[in-house]
Structures are given as structure tokens and as C-alpha cells.
T-cell receptor, first 114, second 114 residues
Framework: AQTVTQSQPEMSVQEAETVTLSCTYDTSESDYYLFWYKQPPSRQMILVIRQEAYKQQNATENRFSVNFQKAAKSFSLKISDSQLGDAAMYFCAYRSWNNNDMRFGAGTRLTVKP | EAQVTQNPRYLITVTGKKLTVTCSQNMNHEYMSWYRQDPGLGLRQIYYSMNVEVTDKGDVPEGYKVSRKEKRNFPLILESPSPNQTSLYFC?????????????FGPGTRLTVL
């Protein structure tokens, strides 16, 4: 079965600086989807960014970008110009190509220091 | 407004007292799923449904039941809740196929079983 590992339970970053959150996964599939979700204190799950495995180009959404290394099965999230509102729990997630299997990592709690 | 709704948002109950958490989406999504979130474990899938009358087990289905009689609704049933089912529960929905298959989450239900 697929597994998702986030090795950093907690991270902190200074406001306006850049931080990278790590995620690795294990799969035997060649086609799949990867996501980063943000969970602020409100508990709402908010999609930050997504990546299709068949696309080599790394996804970017404003200040958020990913470094997708398919061979290494790595999917890190980079947050540039960090803002106080970025403070949250971040979950990396894997979705199987046939959409049946959705796996989440344990999460990384990000603190942003003013 | 496109959304996934869950009710109740908070529930405190006692061991053995049957309960149902409702989930409804208005986006005409085929796929619906239930997760539980526990500290250090991330989100784990309980059950999912690919369409009406089609349901399947996720990673942690023991002690839970679901049904999918209508496309928009996917209730989670705990017939005899136990304290180890104390958790934060999320319902999510998405389209089954295509690139826009990210899951949209409900606001969560905090369940405490005494």
C-alpha cells in the first residue's frame, strides 16, 4: 500500500523568509496525483497546490511551489515570503490514479515568527 | 456556494449510543469519502464511495458504517461508539476522473465518546 511520510513534525520560519516542507511517498504506480493541504486553526482543509505525476514541470501557485522528484518519490513544498497567515498544519497527500486510494502524511506544523 | 456540509460540528456521546454524522455536497461529485484525523497520524480514510450504491472500505473501517443512497449524501454511522472513536472526522468529495479531482472537505466534526 502507498505510504506518505512527512519527517518534520514542526517547522518555524521568520516572516518574509522562505521555508521548505518535506514529503516522501512510496508507490508502485506510475501515474498518480500529489497534493499539499493547509489546515489552519479553524480546522478547515484547504488545498494549497497539486501535481500530476505525469507532468514533469513543477506546480506553482503564487508564493507556493513544489519540487517534484518522481524518481526519488519526493514532493516538497516551498513557501516564499512567508506570512503570518501561513501558520498552519500542512499535510502532504497522495491520490491513486484510479482515485480509490487517498493517503495523507502525519502533517507538519508551521509556525511563522513576526 | 459550492460546499461540503457536515452535521453536527461537535458531538459528545456515551459508549454504545448509536449516532450518525451527516455529510452533503452540492457539487455533483461522484466520489465521497470519510476520514478521521488523530494527532501524529494525519488523516486516515474510513470509507469511500465512487458513486451511488457503491461503497468500499478504507484503511480504518472497523466500527463504522456508511451508505450512499443519493449522490449528494454520504452519512457516517457509528452503531456502538467506543472511546477509541473519539476523533476529528472529515467528509470530502470530488469528481472521479479528470485533472480537477482534488477533494473538497467539510468543516469537520469533533466527536467525543465517553
Amino acid at each position: 500500500a502507498q505510504t506518505v511520510t512527512q519527517s518534520q513534525p514542526e517547522m518555524s520560519v521568520q516572516e518574509a523568509e522562505t521555508v521548505t516542507l518535506s514529503c516522501t511517498y512510496d508507490t508502485s504506480e506510475s501515474d498518480y496525483y500529489l497534493f499539499w493541504y493547509k489546515q489552519p486553526p479553524s480546522r478547515q482543509m484547504i488545498l494549497v497546490i497539486r501535481q500530476e505525476a505525469y507532468k514533469q514541470q513543477n506546480a506553482t501557485e503564487n508564493r507556493f511551489s513544489v519540487n517534484f522528484q518522481k524518481a526519488a518519490k519526493s514532493f516538497s513544498l516551498k513557501i516564499s515570503d512567508s506570512q503570518l497567515g501561513d501558520a498552519a498544519m500542512y499535510f502532504c497527500a497522495y491520490r491513486s490514479w484510479n482515485n480509490n486510494d487517498m493517503r495523507f502524511g502525519a502533517g507538519t506544523r508551521l509556525t511563522v515568527k513576526p | 456556494e459550492a460546499q461540503v456540509t457536515q452535521n453536527p460540528r461537535y458531538l459528545i456521546t456515551v459508549t454504545g449510543k448509536k449516532l450518525t454524522v451527516t455529510c452533503s455536497q452540492n457539487m455533483n461529485h461522484e466520489y465521497m469519502s470519510w476520514y478521521r484525523q488523530d494527532p501524529g497520524l494525519g488523516l486516515r480514510q474510513i470509507y469511500y464511495s465512487m458513486n451511488v450504491e457503491v461503497t468500499d472500505k478504507g484503511d480504518v473501517p472497523e466500527g463504522y458504517k456508511v451508505s450512499r443512497k443519493e449522490k449528494r449524501n454520504f452519512p457516517l454511522i457509528l452503531e456502538s461508539p467506543s472511546p477509541n472513536q473519539t476523533s476529528l472526522y472529515f467528509c470530502a468529495s470530488s469528481f472521479v476522473s479528470g485533472p480537477y479531482n482534488e477533494q473538497f472537505f467539510g468543516p469537520g466534526t469533533r466527536l467525543t465518546v465517553l
